[in-house]
Each structure stands twice: as C-alpha cells, then as structure tokens.
C-alpha cells in the first residue's frame, strides 16, 4: 500500500512540475493527497473541481480571491502564469 501512495504522490509531483508550477510547496499545507485543510482554514483541494481550483489559484493572485490565507496564497501563486495555474488545478481535484 505504501508504494502505491509514494506513486501516486510521485506523479501528482511530476505532472504539476510539468505544469510549471512546484506542488511540494503546495503539499506542504494541502498534504501529499490534498485532502488536508491547510494550517487548518482552507478548504479541502481534493473536494474542489479543476474549475474552481483553478478560479481560486488565479483569484488569488489577483487579490479578488480568499479568506485569512489570501496573503499567504497570493505570494505562493505570483510567479506563475494563468496557464501555468489552469495547467496545474488539471492535476489536482475532481
């Protein structure tokens, strides 16, 4: 089972690292499998469509988008592209 996880975790990494965008930063609060709410106020990423994943990454680089992390994720996010985001929310959530 825990080589089935580490695979799984790994190609999650490799896909978004093709997306442009570096998911262990991201893991490091959403969790390996993004099912954890980060530091205890996000939603839960694995519960979210590409869609709206998509929509918050870039709304939170714009500062239109979030709640107490809105800092926090605007400067997790700045460096990216909008295609490297949608790119990115298509290798995470439903």
């Known amino acids: 089972m825990k080589k089935i996880v ?12 093709m997306a442009g965008v570096e998911a262990g930063a991201c893991q490091g609060c959403h969790g390996a499998d993004w099912s954890k709410a980060a530091l205890g106020k996000s ?19 714009a500062g239109t988008y979030g709640g107490p992390m809105k800092g926090l994720m605007k ?6 592209s909008d295609a490297d985001l949608d790119a990115f929310a298509q290798t995470i959530g439903k």
């Open 6 to 17: 580490l695979s799984i975790v790994a190609l999650t990494a490799t896909t978004a690292l």
């Open 75 to 80: 400067g997790q996010v700045a460096k990216y």
């Open 43 to 61: 939603k839960n990423v694995a519960e979210m469509t590409h869609a709206d994943i998509a929509t918050a990454l870039k709304g939170y680089k």
